[in-house]
């Protein structure tokens, strides 16, 4: 789900398309909120749905229940991986259920990069890498 689908569709206005006065512009990803919004049942299917983000060297995406997390290394300099949780169980997230739930993480994680091909995403690098420690 998207703020400006929701915007445009409560205006009553349609999106341009590719270009709008002579300069290209984005398709919006999203989706409207406003069948949500008016309907006490589940408008979208959470399970084929998903959503991601990334800021300062941190990636996340959530489908359905489970929410795959980037960790960069530190600090302290630690181990960079991708975690797993399910956030109708454990939304706390305390516990990380990559280990035991690898193929729903690997699915989440070719999800993400897929974002970010449709989105642009610069990664950025790991915030806490030692670049140059000098002679």
């Given at each position: ?70 960790i960069p290394k ?43 091909n449709e989105t ?15 002679p």
């Open positions: 789900m998207d703020i400006l689908p929701t915007v445009l569709e409560l205006a009553g206005v349609t999106h341009p398309g590719t270009t709008f006065q002579g300069r290209t512009v984005m398709q919006p990803r999203g989706k409207s909120w406003v069948p949500h919004l008016r309907s006490h049942e589940p408008i979208h299917d959470e399970c084929q749905d998903f959503t991601g983000w990334e800021l300062f060297g941190e990636r996340a995406i959530r489908r359905g229940n489970y929410k795959a997390v980037y530190g600090p302290p300099p630690g181990e960079t991986k991708w975690e797993l949780y399910d956030s109708m169980q454990d939304n706390g997230e305390l516990k990380d259920l990559a280990r035991e739930k690898p193929n729903i993480l690997k699915e989440l994680i070719e999800l993400w990069f897929k974002y970010g642009g995403v610069i990664v950025s690098p790991d915030p806490y890498e030692v670049r140059y420690q000098g």
